[in-house]
């Protein structure tokens, strides 16, 4: 189930991504890999890591990617999880 959170995350994430291709009509989906599918590199990695974390500034995604780089499970989806996720905890602690 995907709560309004997660969508909401999702779109910006995907708007994130379609804005660092410089391709505003590219469909992107959420089991899209960042670095296989999107074909992300270093400089975009950096430029996507800068954008989530301005957006959301309590979430670093360096351990997001650690985790999920190898088998291209470094999708949209996952990290807007992993962003959706943060949100709930960060709510939880207050």
């Known amino acids: 189930m995907t709560t309004s959170v997660q969508s909401h995350v ?3 994430v ?5 804005t660092i ?25 950096m430029q996507f890591f800068a954008g989530i974390e301005t957006r959301y500034p309590a979430v670093i995604l360096e351990d997001w990617f650690i985790a999920h780089a190898s088998g ?11 962003i959706a996720g943060a949100f709930h905890q960060q709510i939880a602690a207050e």
């Open 10 to 12: 999702l779109t910006q």
């Open 14 to 18: 995907a708007d994130l991504c379609r």
């Open 21 to 45: 291709l410089e391709k505003n009509a590219v469909e992107i989906e959420p089991g899209m890999s960042l670095t296989r599918d999107l074909g992300f590199d270093s400089m975009q990695l």
């Open 72 to 82: 291209a499970r470094d999708t949209v989806g996952s990290v807007a999880d992993y």
